[in-house]
């Protein structure tokens, strides 16, 4: 099940490669994208089939194992536990939202739809894979496909972004390697396999190799994560990529980083993690001010949701930081910020999904993402003008939208562990708090300027799509139980070892 | 006796079929009109299959030793050398035909092609310093032909008089340390060698030195690298494919078993040799960060594969790995190296990065194959380089020398920067010009590289189970 959730995009993606279509053709265009919806959301039917299924025992349920270089210990082992269903199901809604979403296309449907599914089934792989080897495999391949999609699809200076993203993530991703090889040249006998090298423990003594290992993964996850000061790919990547392509990056790909340092470091050297649960706390914390400010500063909208993508993703940090400390006696403080910093990861990924759709439709309409250009859409759009307050008010925190309801229980956990970091980090949701206000304020209040008398509201498919997100933002707002229930059978046993 | 020698040839049949393909050729060439030349190209390419095969059958034999008292090793190793020298030269057989085929007398190229090849895969047997000169030569001499082959073209003959100019002398060395080295250990066999060197004598350091700068001529290591990328760019494109790749396999087979029956650590060949790769793999990237030309690009990258391969060498007798990881290394290599050239080929030896943008429109196939071919090089996966650079760094750290791979990590990402200088106008740019085609065998030729890497990548599971119980030294 898991594994088709994975081929039926890839297979889709490899047929759309090979068949020749006319991209020119506008009913053509329109039956592709109809098409890659209809894929994209195969995975995501799946994904709910598999959380029917689900039964948080605590480990990895609905595995599925198949032998692959065995002389080297690599199989392909794909799963599930509490932290990685939500991730992947979200991942799997928000490629479907972005495939159906209207961008200029550029003559190049196929090729657009086609490199989405391959990222979708890349994406899914990251969040399913049980393997250290496959996981990889996975990570790579998407920040590829990325690359492509920025630079064929972007705008700006986009080939420059789509290289600086390509670099910087690669070397990135390197490190990781690195840290995979140390972790994987410690195991006995060798393997890749996840489940068996979190029971091996095979760095449990410490020392420098441990710490180098560490090092390797941690840096790996920081640049995608983006923490500050290995963030400064992501506005460029965010802002010039087209906006499905942006929602997906934000939504979905930063999210690697910080699954990534549950699933590897936090679970497979404990240890060393706690050893530098506090650093990387006030890393976060360093994040989370320092993307609200320099979001604070901006006159682009993009760019505005793009550094406050940055300040998000430190909450997550923080709340890793926390979960994984060596503070003792904090396990069910620890839990809560572990399950905070997962809702999170699947509140950002809806609601900023949302975020850089919306921006998209607004460059599709006006043509800029200046701030200073827009005024008074309110009267013209309300539907469009409705959306970005329920995702700007989700994502400054507001309670009743799923932004709270992450953020309440990251500052819950830490609070108990590291007070001054909790502390300083709640200035972070103040400025937030103030920039999406001014930003409602300025683009949708206040006179509509004469040349957007003809601004038309959100069309069919915008709305559907941007409806669904936040629908589910407003769930987990109102209702977390059910997502809550998942992820705590996998957040107290990970925090508990 | 006569039976000994009968049971000795058959040992290396394989290598008797090259030989005897080699003739053949020449003397169909040399009978044969004008307008049948390239029926050289259909016996040269019936020859490398028979070869093939019966290297195959060699390795299921499953029986690794020594033969020709000692001289030459029939393991998995030489097999899967012999087999990766005969896969290059049965592509680039395929895109040579096309490529010289209004050439009136080029049926002699194909037997210098096949000489070149035999050189090579004896490199990979040898055991003997003797038997390792004598192949190094031929692989040498056929090769400075092959890249002068273009007679009428300056930059063919500059390649051809360049390489040459380069190669006399270390070749000239090789003797003279295969001397030193007769005299320290009073044989020339690799069992001779390991029981009769020992200690750290100048005498041996600089037979060891001299050996070692002659492997790195063929292997384009520095400090005998500059050959390379004017090889890459002037020799005809086919055999630029050939050149950058089959003396590779020999020459990295070679120097492995070489430095394995050396005094352990003695003459500190391994941190010479980690130098050497160090500095091949950062100057062969920094060679290549501004190139313009596409051939000079791919021969720069080529220095700077030598480099990665080099780590394998490294770590020689301290990881498992370590011949795993060769084999792996030069599968991924070769087969990446073949479909780029093989790009070039198909696309009539277009080379200049501006006739590159917009090509993913009008040749998605052929862009798709060259972009694959980079990415292999790059490392991702699940192309063959990933597995190659996986084991590679494994192999270095376990070594000792997790220094050697942080650098190999610091050169992908340099890497990164020039690959994507060809790959970002041939995706995002959008001019139309004309993409003129050479053959439909050139294209199949280049295709089916591409299919390799992307095989090798993802089936990697037969190449590490056979790789995994290769021996340098069998019986040793």
Not at chain 1, 140 to 161: K, T
Not at chain 2, 44 to 54: D, K, L, R
Request: hydrophobic share 55%; proline share 5%.
């Amino acid at each position: 099940m898991l594994t088709a959730a994975i081929f039926v995009p890839l297979a889709a993606s490899v047929v759309l490669a090979v068949v020749r279509v006319d991209s020119h053709d506008v009913a053509t265009v329109r039956r592709l994208r109809v098409a890659g919806t209809a894929v994209a959301a195969v995975p995501l039917v799946l994904l709910i089939l598999a959380w029917s299924r689900f039964e948080g025992t605590g480990g990895f349920e609905l595995v599925e194992q198949v032998s692959w270089i065995p002389t080297l210990g690599v199989g392909y082992t794909v799963g599930v536990d509490g932290i990685s269903l939500p991730l992947a199901a979200m991942t799997a809604l928000v490629f479907t939202v972005a495939i159906a979403y209207p961008v200029d296309l550029r003559d190049r449907a196929r090729a657009y739809v086609a490199l989405f599914l391959f990222l979708e089934a890349a994406s899914l792989g990251v969040f399913l894979a049980l393997d250290l080897f496959l996981f990889f495999v996975f990570w790579d391949v998407s920040l590829v496909g990325m690359y492509f999609l920025i630079g064929v699809w972007g705008h700006g200076d986009a080939r420059r972004s789509a290289l600086k993203f390509f670099i910087y993530t690669l070397a990135g991703s390197l490190a990781l390697l690195l840290g995979i090889i140390g972790l994987y040249l410690a195991t006995e006998p060798r393997t890749f396999d996840m489940a068996t090298i979190i029971e091996q423990q095979p760095l449990a003594g410490g020392g420098l190799y441990a710490t180098l290992v560490f090092v390797g993964l941690a840096l790996g996850f920081a640049v995608k994560t983006p923490l500050v000061p290995v963030h400064t790919w992501l506005p460029p990547a965010h802002v010039d990529a087209p906006g499905p392509a942006s929602a997906v990056l934000a939504g979905v790909l930063l999210k690697m980083g910080t699954y990534g340092f549950v699933r590897i470091p936090m679970a497979m050297q404990p240890e060393t993690f706690a050893r530098f649960a506090f650093p990387l706390g006030v890393l976060a914390v360093v994040a989370i001010l320092y993307g609200a400010l320099v979001a604070l500063a901006q006159t682009d909208i993009k760019r505005l949701v793009a550094y406050t993508s940055i300040n998000h993703m430190g909450y997550v940090i923080l709340g890793l930081a926390a979960a994984g400390t060596a503070v003792g006696g904090q396990r069910s403080a620890q839990a809560v910020a572990l399950t905070g910093a997962t809702v999170e990861m699947v509140a950002h990924g809806l609601i900023t999904g949302a975020l850089f759709l919306i921006s998209g439709s607004i460059l599709t309409r006006g043509h800029t993402y200046e701030l200073d250009a827009y005024g008074g859409l309110a009267s013209r759009a309300p539907v469009l003008t409705v959306f970005t307050a329920i995702a700007a008010f989700a994502s400054l925190g507001l309670p009743g939208l799923a932004g709270f309801v992450a953020e309440f229980q990251v500052f819950t956990g830490t609070l108990a562990i590291y007070p001054w970091l909790a502390g300083v980090g709640l200035l972070g949701i103040v400025i937030t708090a103030a920039l999406f206000l001014r930003m409602l304020q300025q683009v949708f209040l206040g006179p509509l300027p004469d040349r957007w008398s003809g601004w038309p509201d959100l069309g069919r498919v915008e709305t559907v799509g941007l409806g669904v997100l936040l629908l589910l933002v407003v769930i987990i707002g109102v209702a977390p139980a059910w997502l809550l229930d998942v992820i705590d059978s996998a957040a107290g046993p990970i925090v508990g070892r | 006796m006569g039976m000994d020698m009968a049971a000795m040839v058959g040992d290396i049949i394989p290598e008797v079929v090259l030989v005897v393909t080699g003739v053949v050729v020449l003397l169909y060439a040399l009978t044969a009109p004008r307008r049948w030349q390239s029926g050289a190209a259909v016996i040269a390419a019936t020859g490398v299959v028979v070869s093939a095969v019966a290297t195959v059958q060699r390795m299921s034999g499953d029986d690794q030793r020594l033969t020709f008292t000692d001289s030459y090793a029939i393991d998995h190793v030489t097999d899967w050398g012999v087999l990766l020298v005969l896969a290059v030269t049965l592509v680039v057989i395929a895109m040579s035909a096309p490529w010289f085929v209004t050439d009136p007398r080029h049926g002699e190229y194909y037997t210098l092609l096949v000489f070149s090849a035999l050189g090579a895969a004896l490199m990979a047997g040898a055991s003997d310093l003797i038997q390792l000169t004598v192949s190094l030569l031929l692989s040498s001499v056929t090769g400075f032909v092959l890249a002068a082959y273009h007679r009428r073209s300056k930059s063919s003959s500059e390649a051809g008089i360049k390489y040459f100019l380069l190669g006399a002398l270390p070749n000239a060395g090789m003797l003279i340390g295969l001397a030193y080295l007769f005299g320290l250990a009073g044989g020339t066999t690799y069992p001779t060698l390991r029981a009769g060197l020992d200690g750290t004598t100048p005498a041996l350091v600089v037979g060891v030195a001299l050996v070692v700068l002659a492997l790195a001529f063929k292997l384009g290591a520095v400090p005998l690298h500059a050959w390379v990328p004017d090889v890459a760019e002037g020799a005809p494109a086919p055999a630029a494919a050939f050149i950058t790749a089959v003396p590779k396999i020999g020459g990295l087979i070679a120097l492995a078993r070489f430095v394995d029956v050396l005094p352990a650590d003695a003459v500190g060949w391994r941190p010479l040799i980690a130098i050497l790769a160090a500095l091949t793999m950062t100057l062969g990237n920094l060679a290549a960060l501004w190139q313009d030309d596409l051939r000079r690009l791919l021969g720069w990258s080529a220095v700077s594969q030598t480099g990665y391969g080099l780590m394998a060498v490294v770590a020689v007798q301290r990881s498992e790995l370590a011949v795993p990881s060769l084999l792996f290394f030069l599968a991924a290599y070769v087969v990446g190296n073949v479909a780029a050239f093989g790009v070039v080929v198909a696309l009539r030896g277009r080379t200049d990065r501006a006739q590159y943008a917009g090509l993913a429109r009008r040749r998605p196939l052929l862009a798709g194959i060259l972009a694959i071919s980079f990415l292999s090089f790059i490392g991702i996966p699940p192309l063959a380089g990933f597995p190659a650079k996986l084991l590679l760094f494994g192999v270095a750290i376990e070594a000792g020398y997790t220094w050697l791979s942080v650098l190999a990590v610091v050169n992908t990402v340099v890497s990164i920067f020039y690959y994507a200088r060809f790959l970002a106008p041939m995706y995002f740019a959008t001019d139309d010009g004309r993409a003129g085609l050479l053959s439909a065998w050139a294209s199949a030729a280049a295709v089916a590289s591409g299919a390799g890497v992307i095989a090798v990548g993802v089936a990697a599971e037969p190449f590490a189970r056979t790789f995994a119980p290769a021996l340098l030294l069998p019986g040793g």
